[in-house]
């Protein structure tokens, strides 16, 4: 999550959308939403999907087995980076991640995406107080392809934003339009189910 939001938001694309491929994956997909500064817990729970624990230690078929998908939003986006990081430390893989109006919160790097990374691709509006970063870039090209740096421009909110608290919708109007736009988010559920090979969300947009 972006900002101080809490993981347990309904009015949230990122939960909104975990919560989807929960129902369509009620078996062998783990899904958990973490407020930003949480990341080293997200970090954790991974290694504990894959099997390690105090007495074991994961192999390297438990590594390579991983198939990890991370996304945020602002804070949230700098968070998937960091987090991306950690689990190159830990030499496992990340199959994707998105970044939505990345903002870099501080000791953080937004903008390289390590080796363990197949696939990033980063969502941006350049408006606003707050706009995201406008280019991702791979610190080895060699093992990770940049989708793109895709630029979206706001002159009215989505009605979904309506739910958004006012001070959001007055303050930080664009920053929040890319959070709450439904065409946006179905092609980030799109690309997600395309990397765990499953079909298409239906009434898709793109």
């Given at each position: 999550?972006?900002?101080?939001?809490?993981?347990?938001?309904?009015t949230?694309?990122?939960?909104?959308?975990?919560e989807?491929?929960?129902?369509?994956?009620?078996?062998?997909?783990?899904l958990?939403?973490?407020?930003?500064?949480r990341f080293?817990?997200?970090?954790?729970?991974?290694?504990?999907?894959?099997?390690?624990?105090?007495?074991?230690?994961?192999?390297?078929?438990?590594?390579?087995?991983?198939?990890?998908?991370?996304?945020?939003?602002?804070?949230?986006?700098?968070a998937?980076?960091?987090?991306?990081d950690?689990?190159?430390?830990?030499s496992?893989?990340?199959?994707?991640?998105?970044?939505?109006?990345?903002?870099?919160?501080?000791?953080?790097?937004?903008?390289?995406?390590?080796?363990?990374?197949?696939?990033?691709?980063?969502?941006?509006?350049?408006?606003?107080?707050?706009?995201?970063?406008?280019?991702?870039?791979?610190?080895?090209?060699a093992?990770?392809?940049?989708l793109?740096?895709?630029?979206?421009s706001?002159?009215?909110?989505?009605?979904?934003?309506?739910?958004?608290?006012?001070?959001?919708r007055?303050?930080?109007?664009?920053?929040?339009?890319?959070?709450?736009?439904?065409?946006?988010?179905?092609?980030?559920?799109?690309?997600?189910r395309?990397t765990?090979?499953?079909?298409?969300?239906?009434?898709?947009?793109?």
């Open positions: 999550m972006g900002g101080n939001v809490a993981p347990t938001d309904t949230r694309n990122e939960l909104i959308i975990s989807r491929l929960r129902a369509a994956y009620p078996q062998g997909v783990y958990q939403v973490f407020e930003n500064r080293q817990e997200a970090h954790q729970q991974i290694s504990q999907w894959l099997g390690a624990s105090p007495e074991h230690s994961l192999s390297a078929e438990e590594k390579s087995s991983a198939k990890i998908i991370l996304y945020g939003h602002s804070w949230g986006a700098s998937v980076v960091a987090l991306a950690e689990l190159q430390k830990d496992v893989p990340v199959a994707l991640t998105i970044q939505v109006d990345s903002i870099e919160r501080g000791g953080q790097n937004d903008a390289v995406i390590p080796p363990n990374v197949a696939r990033a691709i980063n969502f941006y509006q350049p408006d606003g107080i707050f706009h995201g970063r406008t280019e991702i870039r791979a610190a080895d090209p093992h990770t392809q940049i793109g740096n895709f630029e979206f706001y002159k009215e909110l989505p009605p979904e934003c309506s739910s958004y608290r006012w001070y959001e007055m303050l930080t109007k664009t920053h929040i339009a890319i959070e709450c736009d439904p065409v946006l988010w179905r092609r980030i559920e799109n690309l997600i395309e765990l090979n499953a079909p298409p969300a239906e009434n898709s947009s793109h």
